[in-house]
């Protein structure tokens, strides 16, 4: 057995390596006894700072959004308490597990949860909230609040969701608020630069009012603060501190109300005829001042349904409808106006003197320019008629020999003057200037120049001409004003919490034609009266178009309009219109003031695939009217009907008293 021995020298040939070690060692320690000095000692308050505030959620308090109230300060568009149904992604441990626990309570598929988190992810990021449900009812807070402690990422806040009392009943004006996308959110912020700032999650406005008035309407979001643990869930009910100071909660400011120039009653009443009536199509009734009464476009969407998220299926029904009822008729669609175009041409024949208030032009059945044949509305012949026969019996060739006689040009001169063909300015998002020809506007748009026979459809309204219903009320209501355009409106003011007026809207004239415009044009008051005189007719007179729709001791003074949606060959032109399909029906256009003599309000009707002018859009301007004046004016039409002076009509008229054109 042999014996280990210490020897010196062997030892020393091992020293040299071990100072290394040492000094190794030696550096290790240095190193970290530095970082620790550095992180203590330099940075030691703002990690400090960081790690109490790691414990610390920050939640925002939505601000409510203002309220939308009529001209007498009922309530329009308004705010209710909810709860609503959170994920916060980052603290999920187990998404499939997650969604089994909480699909059933919120009665959908846990594949459904899945997707919107992994939706979410891909579109607005691994951070942002989820919002898998809103408006949750009682009995769903109380089984999710059961489960919250188990389920980390889950949370119930309270939520304010946005009621629309009137549902589909002004949708397209009211507009519908949902969250913000990743895709709006840059866009938007550098819109509102320096006046909002907007964030992930966040409900704004997407259409209609809730839109355009977003800058005033919309509030300045509360911070709240709650102390977590690991996995997001409160942990303390009492204000929690950071760094030995009590952080305090931020208040959310309440948005700013608006009060809007609708009348509650009048929308109503123009909701309700089109549903009676069952019409598509669009409805505007406006003061003789500009002010907007009811706007009513068919068919619509309950904003509602947005509010706390449309379901698949609803969504997927107003995308696949045909009539397109997410879309705002009145100012977005333009159509042919037909013979509702008639008084304008009548104003630029009557001041160009090319007829007088009592010159004779023979009507008949038919007109031929060259060897093509134009048609009137019905087969027989007016024989010689007057300007004033001519739109009570809308008669189609005693305007096309005044489109011959005036040309593209000069129709083009006066009438758009009246704002045909260009956009009103109204303060909602998204009109359309439609479109008023002349013979640059063809040359420049298509490379062809202006042939005769186009002065003949434009002067009825069709071929190039395109308009929408809040300009032909603009028009109309020029023309019963005798020539004051005014700019028509739907916000009044704006108002804070305290009442205080923020902003204020009053009438405002654009021009008075009755002064020379920059085009040269100049329209006596004397021509406007003729031209009044004749749309009085149309509804009060032995042949009027729509002489069936009279008003208990109001008269109205109005133009019926048929407009084709297809051509038609001459033997197929005086089929009867309710025998073909609908998308082959004729649009109907009924446009009135009334009083004629002082006018106090302006309607615009337009029914789609009605047939007629006379059938189809006058009973729904008729109910509007009558509406306004038994609201305004009850003591009238309670006499008149008392005394039965006027016999209101029930029915719509004979088919054959339903004009339609023909190009």
């Given at each position: 057995?042999?014996?280990?021995v ?34 203590q000692?330099i ?23 203002g309220?939308?109230?009529?001209r ?18 980052q603290?999920?441990?187990?998404l499939?597990?997650l969604a089994d ?7 959908t ?5 899945i997707?919107?988190?992994?939706r979410?992810?891909?579109i607005n ?38 009621h629309?009392p009137?549902k ?10 949902s ?9 938007l ?11 992930q999650g966040?409900?704004i406005?997407k259409?209609g009012?809730e839109?355009?008035?977003e ?8 911070i ?13 009910s009492?204000?929690p ?6 952080i305090k909660?931020q ?11 609708i009348?509650?009653?009048?929308q109503?009443?123009a ?23 009811a ?5 619509s969407f309950?904003?509602?349904?947005f509010?706390v998220g449309?379901t698949?299926?609803?969504?997927s029904?107003?995308?696949?409808d045909?009539?397109?009822?997410l ?5 977005q669609d ?27 032009v023979?009507?008949?059945g ?9 048609h009137?509305?019905?087969k ?8 004033l026969?001519a739109?009570?019996?809308?008669s189609n ?8 006689a ?6 083009y001169d006066y009438?758009s ?7 009103t ?5 998204r ?6 020809p002349n ?5 420049a748009?298509?490379g062809?120049?202006w042939?005769?026979?186009e ?15 809040l ?34 809207n ?13 085009n040269g044009?100049?329209i ?11 749309l ?10 729509a002489?069936a729709?009279?008003?208990p ?6 133009k019926?309009?048929t ?12 089929v009867k219109?309710?025998t073909r ?9 009924f ?5 004629p003599?002082?006018p106090?309000i302006?309607?615009?009707v337009?029914?789609?695939h009605?047939c007629?002018?006379?059938g ?31 016999q209101?009509?029930?029915a719509p008229p ?6 339609s054109?023909?190009?």
């Amino acid at each position: 057995m042999s014996e280990y021995v210490n020897n010196p020298d062997e030892a020393k040939e091992f020293w040299g390596r071990y100072k290394y070690f040492y000094a190794l060692v030696g550096i290790t320690f240095f190193t970290f006894a530095l970082r620790l000095w550095y992180l203590q000692i330099i940075q030691g308050s703002e990690l400090r700072e960081f790690s109490e505030k790691n414990r610390i959620k920050q939640n925002k308090i939505p601000a409510p959004r203002g309220l939308m109230l009529d001209r007498e300060g009922r309530v329009l568009v308004e705010n209710l308490p909810g709860f609503e149904a959170i994920l916060s992604p980052q603290y999920i441990e187990d998404l499939n597990e997650l969604a089994d626990a909480v699909a059933p309570i919120l009665n959908t598929e846990p594949d459904k949860v899945i997707q919107k988190v992994q939706r979410s992810r891909r579109i607005n990021g691994p951070f942002a909230q989820v919002r898998i449900k809103e408006n949750l009812t009682r009995e769903e807070v109380f089984r999710l609040k059961r489960i919250r402690l188990e389920t980390p990422g889950l949370e119930i806040r309270e939520s304010i969701v946005r009621h629309y009392p009137l549902k589909e009943n002004g949708a397209q004006i009211f507009g519908y608020v949902s969250e913000i996308s990743k895709r709006q959110l840059p866009l938007l912020n550098e819109l509102y630069k320096g006046h909002l700032k907007f964030e992930q999650g966040d409900i704004i406005g997407k259409s209609g009012l809730e839109e355009s008035l977003e800058r005033d309407i919309r509030g300045t979001d509360g911070i709240s603060f709650i102390q977590v643990d690991a996995h997001g869930r409160d942990t303390v009910s009492t204000s929690p501190n950071v760094y030995g100071e009590k952080i305090k909660d931020q208040e959310a400011v309440h948005g700013n109300n608006t009060i809007l120039t609708i009348d509650r009653d009048i929308q109503e009443a123009a909701f309700k005829s089109m549903v009676t009536w069952q019409r598509v199509g669009a409805l505007v009734a406006m003061k003789s001042d500009g002010q907007i009464l009811a706007w009513v476009s068919s068919p619509s969407f309950d904003p509602n349904a947005f509010s706390v998220g449309p379901t698949t299926q609803y969504w997927s029904q107003l995308l696949n409808d045909p009539f397109k009822p997410l879309r705002n008729k009145i100012i977005q669609d333009h159509n042919s106006q037909g013979s509702t175009f008639k008084p304008f041409v009548a104003l630029s024949a009557l001041q160009e003197k090319v007829i007088g208030p009592s010159t004779l032009v023979n009507a008949p059945g038919v007109f031929y320019f060259g060897k093509r044949p134009y048609h009137d509305h019905q087969k027989g012949n007016y024989g010689n008629i007057t300007v004033l026969q001519a739109l009570e019996r809308s008669s189609n060739v005693f305007f096309y020999k005044m489109g011959i006689a005036l040309g593209v040009d000069r129709m083009y001169d006066y009438i758009s003057t009246l704002g045909l063909g260009s956009k009103t300015g109204i303060e909602i998002e998204r009109e359309v200037a439609g479109n008023l020809p002349n013979s640059a506007w063809k040359k420049a748009t298509l490379g062809e120049e202006w042939q005769g026979g186009e002065n003949l459809s434009t002067a009825i309204g069709q071929g190039f001409v395109n308009v929408t219903p809040l300009q032909m009320a603009v028009a109309y209501n020029t023309i019963g004003m005798e020539g004051k355009v005014y700019k028509p409106f739907v916000v009044q003011r704006v108002i804070n919490q305290d009442g205080k007026v923020l902003r204020e809207n009053s009438p405002l004239v654009l021009r008075d034609l009755t002064e020379k415009q920059k085009n040269g044009v100049q329209i006596d008051q004397k021509t406007f009266q003729v031209v009044k005189e004749g749309l009085r007719r149309v509804a009060n007179g032995e042949h009027g178009t729509a002489r069936a729709w009279k008003i208990p001791g109001f008269q109205m003074a109005g133009k019926t309009g048929t407009t084709q949606v297809m051509g038609f060959s001459a033997d197929q032109i005086h089929v009867k219109c309710m025998t073909r399909p609908v998308h082959m029906r004729h649009h109907g256009w009924f446009v009135a003031f009334s009083p004629p003599e002082k006018p106090e309000i302006t309607v615009a009707v337009l029914a789609e695939h009605s047939c007629s002018g006379a059938g189809g859009a006058a009973p729904l301007v008729r109910d509007v009217i009558e509406a306004y004046h038994r609201k305004y004016h009850p003591e009238i039409v309670a006499e008149a009907l008392k005394n039965k002076k006027i016999q209101q009509a029930v029915a719509p008229p004979p088919p054959q008293e339903a004009e339609s054109e023909s190009e």
